[in-house]
């Protein structure tokens, strides 16, 4: 009974180790290492780092930005048809 107290109490530390590693909440992890064990501790080592998130999110925002603004500007091709002066 001891040994796997101690080893989810491990796996919390080295969950802790691992997300402090990638820039993520470390009190997170170690809650879910105290809480998950082994499964905490995989989670920890598979999540992304938040570098990478930050990244991602990053240019998935600059890709919005970019088709709205095509959205407002009308192309001169495919765009509004000409303003012509009432006859």
């Known amino acids: 009974m001891i040994v796997l107290v ?3 109490v491990v796996c919390a530390g080295f969950a ?7 820039g993520r909440s470390v009190g997170g992890f170690v809650i879910a290492g105290l809480l998950l064990g082994v499964v905490g ?8 780092s938040a570098d990478d998130f930050a990244r991602e999110r990053r240019e ?10 095509k959205r407002q500007r ?4 495919g765009g509004a048809p000409p303003m012509r002066w009432p006859e």
């Open 60 to 69: 998935a925002l600059d890709d919005a930005r970019a088709e709205a603004l």
């Open 6 to 8: 101690l080893l989810w």
């Open 74 to 77: 009308p192309s001169r091709l």
């Open 41 to 48: 501790l995989l989670w920890a080592a598979f999540a992304r």
């Open 16 to 22: 802790g180790v691992i997300a402090h590693n990638k």
